[in-house]
């Protein structure tokens, strides 16, 4: 211990030693003297004492924010990260509804009736998905839960606001089998689609209304995530990673 003070003591009069040359050297008379600036100091201005507290500091942070981390994890288990396993698999479960939503608006893009609305529920989407170059990663249960409820509240939206009613199951647009703008041997896949899934819109009754996201013409249980309106446009669908290659095909003619 008597060590220990020593040496805070010697260093501690070596800087008031280097402070008081500093004042006689910035008040001198000499016209080529300047203030020293920031940019001139670097690490190896730093005695070996100081720059070990700098740094057992930066690693102690670091400690603590992994440390609040994990225990934040414990206590709320759907804020667990995903594994590279955990990750692919909710993923997929959040594309395979985002095919069904690409389903959706290549069969009404170009209908009179329902085009625009199409189109919101595209952008809608855009916004829930994130930007094609960085989209929303799905790391923990509580974001694949919330990014389903958005997905699934946005097209109940939809149905609710052509009053039309939500099949059961839709048929998921896949773009190797039903984009003819790249290959026309899928033409014939495509309208199938378009009319297959009109059809299961027709047929479909109002049971689906008992479990919607929201409660409509009550209080909402859910508010989804889309907060802000977005110019309608056809943008291309986000890719995450290598999970699942998703593009949409419309038919404007």
Do not use: C
């Not at 994990?70 to 395979?96: C, M, P, R, S």
């Not at 389903?103 to 595209?122: Q, W």
């Not at 039903?178 to 026309?184: A, G, L, V």
Request: avoid cysteine.
């Amino acid at each position: 211990m008597t060590r220990v003070l020593g040496e805070d003591q010697y260093l501690l009069k070596k800087k008031i030693d280097e402070y008081e040359l500093y004042k006689k050297w910035y008040k001198s008379s000499n016209k080529n003297t300047n203030m020293l600036t920031f940019h001139k100091y670097n690490l190896y201005n730093l005695t070996m004492n100081e720059y070990n507290d700098i740094f057992n500091s930066l690693k102690d942070a670091v400690y603590q924010f992994n440390k609040e981390v994990k225990e934040i994890e414990h206590k709320n288990v759907d804020l667990k990260q995903f594994d590279k396993d955990g990750e692919d698999k909710a993923t997929k479960e959040v594309y395979d509804l985002v095919s069904e939503i690409d389903t959706l608006v290549v069969t009404y893009y170009a209908d009179k009736d329902y085009g625009e609305h199409a189109k919101e529920l595209r952008a809608k989407m855009d916004l829930i998905l994130g930007d094609a170059d960085n989209p929303h990663k799905i790391t923990n249960e509580r974001i694949k839960k919330e990014m389903i409820d958005d997905l699934n509240s946005i097209i109940d939206d939809f149905f609710m606001e052509t009053k039309q009613n939500r099949p059961k199951s839709i048929t998921k647009y896949n773009p190797t089998t039903h984009n003819y703008k790249t290959n026309s041997d899928n033409k014939l896949n495509f309208d199938k689609l378009v009319e297959e899934t009109k059809k299961a819109v027709k047929e479909a009754d109002e049971s689906w209304k008992t479990k919607t996201v929201k409660n409509y013409g009550g209080s909402e249980t859910k508010t989804h995530v889309v907060k802000e309106e977005k110019k309608v446009e056809e943008p291309q669908l986000p890719k995450v990673g290598n999970q699942q290659e998703v593009e949409t095909t419309v038919d404007k003619a």
